[in-house]
C-alpha cells in the first residue's frame, strides 16, 4: 500500500483528514451490479481472470443500490429504462459517481432514434465518460481510475456547498 | 417451386381461392384477412407446418388500401419446407383475427405487431403493448412515424447543443 | 422523463388467479434490475409463499428501435445495426444479415470465405456458450465456472481481434465475402484454442456435470414438452432439449455446412439438466466443425468480383477509372435491391436467428424484420415455471439463456 514507507520508526502517518477520506474511498468502492447491454459483457469482462478489475479495490459488485457508491451505465438506455435508471441512481446513498461506459450511454452511439436517450447525462449526472463501442476492459479500467483521480481531488468545502 | 410445395399451394389456392407468387425459391402467399386462421389451422393440421417461425408486417404508406401487409412465415420440421402467408389489411383502422389459438407463438407476436404497426388483433387475450412504455403515442414503426432523429454533437456546433440539451440534476 | 408507472392487479386481471385478486396470493416483481435476470427483464411473479403460480415477463427495457433505424440506412451501413442486436452472438448476426442482403441481390460468395465465415461463427457459438455457462454458473452458486469460462472466451475474443480490429462489433462478414483475408497468425491462434479446449470442457463438466448439488437444482425442473415447445415457437438447444432433432444447420445447410461431419446433440428429458447437456455437447461438436473446416480451409479470394455490389480492392482504384467509379457509387449511394421479399435464417446458438428483408428497388431496405429467437424461447416462460420454486426460476431463466438485446431489438 505504499504506508510502510511513510510510517518512519514511529508508527505514525500525518495526513489531511481529506486526504485520508478520499483514500479510503478510492480504495473500496462498490460498483452497483447493473448490465444494460453489451457493454455489461465488457464489464463481466473487466471483472473476469484476464483483467481482474479487483486489482483497484473492486472486486465486489452489489445487486443493490442501497451498498453502492458507484454506477457503471453499461449500454443504452431506451425509453422506458430511463425513468428506473433514475430511481436507482435516487436510492444509491452519498457520495455517488456515474460512469458512462460506451458511446450509447455518453451520447447515443449508432443509435440516433425515438427508443434511445441520446446520452444518460439527460437521466443521472456523469462524471466521467468511456468511449467506445464497447470499450476495452483497459479502458473502462482506465474510466474507473480516473473516477479515482475525480474522488481524490474533492474536498469538504465542495461536499458542504453540494448537500447544503 | 420446390415439388413438395406444389401440393400445398394448390390446396390452399382452391380451398380459399388465394394467389401466390414467387421470389428466389420461395413462396408468398396472398389470403384474405378473415380466412387466416382458417388457413394456418389447415397448415398446422394438415400440411405438418408446425412452427410459425415470424409474424411481422410491413408498411407501405402512401398507399391507402392495402396499407399493410401481415406476414406469417411458417415452417415445417417433417417436411423442411418453408412458407410465406401475406395478408393485406387497409389503413384506416387496421385490424386482423388473431391466431393465437393455432399458434401459442402469435401471442406475444401479435402483442409486438399492435405495438409497432398499430394493427388489432381482434380476440387477442392479452391486448397490451410490449416493447414500448404504455403511454407512448403512436407506432414506432409505421412509415409515417419519425425516426426520432437528434443532431449529433461535434466540436463545431458543441456550444450550441450543449445549451439546449437537457442535462439531469442531481 | 417519464414516470414509474404504478401497478394495480387489476390491469392483470386476466393473466393471474382468482386468489390473487383477494390477496391470497402475493404480487412480487423481479427486476428489471436484479443480478439473475441476466439484463433487464422484469418479471411480474404471482406467488404463494415461495411457489410461483403465475409468472408475466415485461420485456422492452431495452427496445433500441434497431429495425427503424435500419430501414433508414443503406443495407452495407445497417450491417453495424445487427452486430448489437444479440451481442453474444455477433458473427451470426452479421451472417444472418449478410445471408438475407446476398439472397435478396442474388450475389455468390467465394468458398474461401463461406469457409471463413464458418469457423467465425462456430467459434462466436463457444463463446457465447462460455457465457452461458459461466453465468448460469454464477446464479446457481458455482462462482469459479465464471472465472473458468472468461478465461477461454478472451481467447475467442482474441482471434476476433486479430481479423477484425474488434473484440466484440467485428462487423467482419460483408456482402459477397468477407472485409479481408485473415492474417496469417490466424491458424496458430484457432490451432492453439483447438488443442487446449477440450481438455478445458472436460475440466468444466468434472466442475458441474456430476457435482450433486448442481445436478439437484437442475433435474426435473421446468419440463417442457415437445408440443409446447413447437406451438411456442421454440427453436435452438432448448428445443433439442426436449427431442426434437432440427438444427438448421443440417436441415437447410448454409455457408457449406454439409462438407462437415458433426451431430446435432439432442436430449429428450426436456429439463433444465438436459438443456445443459446439450449445450455442453454443442461445445464439442463447434469444435469439431471448426478443426474440419480449419484443415480444408481453400485458398483463392474472400470477396465475390460482383463489382456491382462488393468494393474493388485500394490496388485497383488507383489504376482502373472503372474501380474508381464503382468505390464511389458503393459508398456514397449504396446498390439498389429488387423490390421484393427474402426470408433466412440461421441457427444461432440460440436457436432460428430469421431475418425478413424487403427491398423497395433503391439502397436502402423497405422493411426488415429480426426474428430473434430469445424472444420465442422466453415466451414460454410462464408455461414452464408454474408450481416451481422462486430459486428454481433462476435456474430455469439460466437455462433458457435469454439476451435482452435479442428479445428487445
Ligand atoms: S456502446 Fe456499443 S457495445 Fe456499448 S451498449 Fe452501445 S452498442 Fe452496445
Redesign the pocket.
Known amino acids: 500500500m505504499g504506508v510502510e514507507q511513510k510510517l518512519g520508526n514511529m508508527g505514525v502517518v500525518t495526513t489531511s483528514l481529506e486526504g485520508m477520506v478520499n483514500w479510503s474511498r478510492t480504495n473500496a468502492m462498490w460498483p452497483m451490479l447493473f448490465g ?4 455489461a459483457i465488457e464489464m463481466m469482462s473487466a471483472q473476469a481472470s484476464d483483467y481482474d478489475m479487483s486489482r483497484f479495490g473492486m472486486e465486489l459488485m452489489r445487486a443493490s443500490p442501497r451498498q453502492s457508491d458507484l454506477m457503471i451505465v453499461a ?2 438506455v431506451s425509453k422506458k429504462m430511463g425513468p428506473v435508471l433514475r430511481r436507482l441512481y435516487d436510492q444509491m446513498p452519498e457520495p455517488k459517481w456515474v460512469i458512462a461506459m ?4 455518453s451520447c447515443g ?2 443509435f440516433n432514434n425515438y427508443a434511445i436517450y441520446q446520452g444518460v447525462d439527460e437521466v443521472v449526472p456523469v462524471d466521467v465518460y468511456v468511449a467506445g ?2 470499450p476495452r476492459p483497459e479502458a473502462l479500467i482506465h474510466g474507473v481510475l480516473t473516477v479515482y483521480e475525480k474522488v481524490k481531488g474533492e474536498t469538504f468545502k465542495q461536499y458542504a456547498e453540494k448537500y447544503k | 417451386m420446390d415439388k413438395r410445395l406444389e401440393p400445398i399451394v394448390k390446396d390452399i389456392q382452391e380451398k380459399f381461392s388465394a394467389t401466390f407468387d414467387e421470389f428466389r425459391d420461395e413462396v408468398h402467399v396472398m389470403v384474405a384477412p378473415e380466412q387466416i386462421v382458417d388457413v394456418l389451422t389447415l397448415l398446422r393440421d394438415e400440411h405438418k407446418f408446425e412452427l410459425l417461425s415470424a409474424l411481422t408486417a410491413s408498411d407501405y404508406f402512401p398507399q391507402v388500401a392495402p396499407r399493410f401487409h401481415v406476414i406469417y412465415q411458417l415452417s415445417s420440421l417433417e417436411k423442411n419446407i418453408t412458407l410465406q402467408i401475406r395478408v393485406p389489411v387497409n389503413g384506416s383502422s387496421p385490424k386482423v383475427p388473431t391466431v393465437t389459438r393455432v399458434y401459442k407463438v402469435a401471442n406475444w407476436r401479435e402483442r409486438e405487431l399492435f405495438d409497432m404497426f398499430g394493427i388489432e388483433c381482434e380476440g387477442h387475450p392479452d391486448p397490451r403493448r410490449i416493447l414500448m412504455p404504455e403511454d407512448t403515442e403512436g407506432h414506432p414503426l409505421r412509415k409515417d412515424f419519425p425516426l426520432g432523429y437528434e443532431e449529433p454533437q461535434f466540436t463545431f456546433n458543441f456550444d450550441e447543443i450543449d445549451l439546449r440539451k437537457p442535462y439531469a440534476k442531481e | 422523463m417519464s414516470q414509474i408507472e404504478e401497478v394495480n392487479v387489476d390491469q392483470f386481471k386476466h393473466l393471474v388467479s382468482e386468489r390473487a385478486l383477494t390477496g391470497e396470493t402475493m404480487l412480487l416483481n423481479m427486476g428489471p434490475q436484479h443480478p439473475s435476470t441476466h439484463g433487464v427483464l422484469r418479471l411480474l411473479l404471482e406467488l404463494d409463499g415461495e411457489i410461483v403460480v403465475n409468472c408475466i415477463p415485461d420485456i422492452g427495457f431495452l427496445h433500441t428501435g434497431i429495425e427503424k433505424n435500419m430501414e433508414a440506412k443503406t443495407y452495407q451501413k445497417a450491417e453495424v445495426m445487427t452486430d ?1 442486436l444479440d ?1 453474444m452472438n455477433t458473427m451470426g448476426n452479421n451472417l444472418s444479415y449478410i445471408m438475407a442482403v446476398e439472397k435478396l441481390v442474388d450475389l455468390d460468395v467465394p468458398p474461401r470465405a463461406q469457409a471463413l465465415r464458418v469457423i467465425l461463427v462456430e467459434l462466436q457459438r463457444i463463446a457465447s456458450h462460455l457465457v452461458w455457462l459461466g453465468t448460469s454458473g454464477l446464479d446457481l452458486g458455482a462462482m469459479s465456472m465464471f472465472l473458468y469460462c472468461f478465461r477461454e472466451r478472451e481467447q475467442i475474443l482474441d482471434i476476433f481481434e486479430l481479423v477484425s480490429g474488434q473484440r ?2 467485428t462487423t467482419y462478414i460483408r456482402p459477397g465475402g468477407v472485409w479481408r483475408d485473415v492474417p496469417v497468425e490466424f491458424e496458430k491462434a484457432v490451432r492453439d484454442f483447438i488443442k487446449i479446449f477440450p481438455k478445458r470442457i472436460d475440466e468444466y463438466e468434472s466442475l458441474l456435470t456430476k457435482n450433486p448439488l448442481f445436478v439437484d437444482r437442475m433435474v426435473d425442473i421446468g419440463y417442457l414438452s415437445k408440443e409446447t415447445a413447437l406451438s411456442y415457437g421454440v427453436t435452438g438447444p432448448v428445443l433439442r432439449a426436449s427431442g426434437v432433432n432440427w438444427d438448421l444447420r443440417k436441415a437447410r445447410p448454409y455457408m457449406g455446412y454439409e462438407q462437415y461431419d458433426f451431430n446435432v446433440p439432442t436430449r429428450t428429458e426436456g429439463d433444465t439438466y438436459a438443456r445443459y447437456v446439450v449445450r455442453i455437447d454443442e461445445l464439442r461438436e463447434s469444435l469439431k466443425i471448426v478443426e474440419q473446416a480449419l484443415n480444408k480451409l481453400p485458398m483463392g479470394l474472400v470477396h465475390s468480383q460482383n463489382r456491382k455490389f462488393v468494393p474493388p480492392p485500394r490496388s485497383e482504384i488507383g489504376t482502373s477509372m472503372e474501380a474508381l467509379i464503382h468505390h464511389f457509387k458503393l459508398w456514397t449511394e449504396g446498390f439498389p435491391a429488387p423490390k421484393n421479399s427474402v426470408y433466412s435464417a440461421i441457427e444461432s446458438p440460440r436457436g432460428e436467428l430469421g431475418m425478413y428483408l424487403e427491398g423497395d428497388g433503391g439502397p436502402k431496405p423497405h422493411r426488415i424484420h429480426l426474428r430473434t429467437p430469445s424472444f420465442d424461447n422466453l415466451g414460454v416462460i410462464p408455461e414452464i415455471v408454474k408450481g416451481h420454486l422462486v430459486a428454481d426460476l433462476v435456474a430455469i431463466l439460466a437455462s433458457i439463456d435469454i439476451v435482452l438485446g435479442d428479445i428487445d431489438r
Open positions: 444494460l447491454a453489451c457493454c449500454g443504452r460506451g458511446d450509447c450511454a452511439g449508432v463501442c464497447p | 448489437r451481442y466484440m462489433m
